[in-house]
C-alpha cells in the first residue's frame, strides 16, 4: 500500500526567500504529481513527473523526482505573496488512483 | 478545457438523512474518483469507477456507495448521514492509464 509523507506540513516563508517541500513515499509508483489549492477552492494540477530524475518548471516552482530515494521535491525560488496556497504531492498507482499527502499549507509574508 | 462540477457547493443536513453527491465530467473520461478533504488528513478516496456501472472501493468507503450509470455522472451516497461525515468531498475525473486527475470545486457537506 502506497502511503505518501510531505514535510513540512506548515511552511511560512518571506518573500524573495527560496526553499523546498519535500514528499517522500513508501512503495513504488509510477507517476508523482504536485497540485496547489487555494484557500476555498479546489485543487489544480502542477506538474506531473513520470520517470526518475523528472524535473519539470514553472515560474517559480521546480519540481522533481528520484525514485531511487523515492523522493520528490518542489522547489520554490523567490516567493512570492501569490504562491500562498496549499501543496499536495501524490502518488500514483493502479486505475489511476492517487495516494495524496497531507499537504503543506505554504504562506509568504513580506 | 476539462470541466468537473458537482451538483452544490454547500450543504446542511440532519443525521439519518441520506444525502446525495452529483459530479459531472465534460472529457469522456473513464475514471471517476470521490475524495473527502479534512485538515491535516489530506484527500482519502472513498470509491472510484474506472467504467459505467463499475466501482471500487477506495481507503474509506465505509457509509458510502456510489453510482455511476452514465460515463459522464458518478454519484455518491450517504445511506444515513452521520456527524462525522461533515467535510469537504471532492469528485475528480481522469483518463487512464497515467493521465492527470482534474477536481471538481468541492461540495462542504455539515452534518448536524
Known amino acids: 500500500e502506497l502511503k505518501v509523507e510531505q514535510n513540512p506540513l506548515f511552511l511560512s516563508m518571506q518573500e524573495g526567500k527560496n526553499y523546498t517541500i519535500y514528499c517522500n513515499y513508501s512503495?513504488?509508483?509510477?507517476?508523482l504529481y504536485w497540485y496547489r489549492q487555494d484557500p476555498g477552492k479546489s485543487l489544480e494540477s502542477l506538474f506531473v513527473?513520470?520517470?526518475?530524475?523528472a524535473v519539470k518548471q514553472e515560474g517559480r516552482l521546480m519540481a522533481s523526482l528520484d525514485t531511487k530515494a523515492r523522493l520528490s521535491t518542489l522547489h520554490i525560488t523567490a516567493a512570492v505573496h501569490d504562491l500562498s496556497a496549499t501543496y499536495f504531492c501524490?502518488?500514483?498507482?493502479?486505475?489511476?488512483?492517487?495516494?495524496f499527502g497531507q499537504g503543506t499549507i505554504l504562506t509568504v509574508h513580506p | 478545457d476539462v470541466k468537473v462540477t458537482q451538483s452544490s457547493r454547500y450543504l446542511v443536513k440532519r443525521t439519518g438523512e441520506k444525502v446525495f453527491l452529483e459530479c459531472v465530467q465534460d472529457?469522456?473520461?473513464?475514471?471517476m474518483f470521490w475524495y473527502r478533504q479534512d485538515p491535516g488528513l489530506g484527500l482519502r478516496l472513498i470509491y472510484f469507477?474506472?467504467?459505467?456501472?463499475?466501482?471500487e472501493k477506495g481507503d474509506i468507503p465505509e457509509g458510502y456507495s456510489v453510482s455511476r450509470e452514465k460515463k459522464e455522472r458518478f454519484s455518491l451516497i450517504l445511506e444515513s448521514a452521520s456527524t462525522n461525515q461533515t467535510s469537504m468531498y471532492l469528485c475528480?475525473?481522469?483518463?487512464?492509464?497515467?493521465?492527470?486527475?482534474?477536481f471538481g470545486p468541492g461540495t462542504r457537506l455539515l452534518v448536524l
Open positions: 475528480a475525473s481522469s483518463r487512464p492509464p497515467q493521465e492527470t486527475q482534474y
Open positions: 469507477s474506472y467504467d459505467v456501472k463499475m466501482k
Open positions: 513527473l513520470l520517470s526518475n530524475g
Open positions: 472529457m469522456d473520461h473513464e475514471n
Open positions: 512503495t513504488t509508483s509510477d507517476r
Open positions: 501524490a502518488g500514483g498507482t493502479s486505475y489511476g488512483k492517487l495516494t
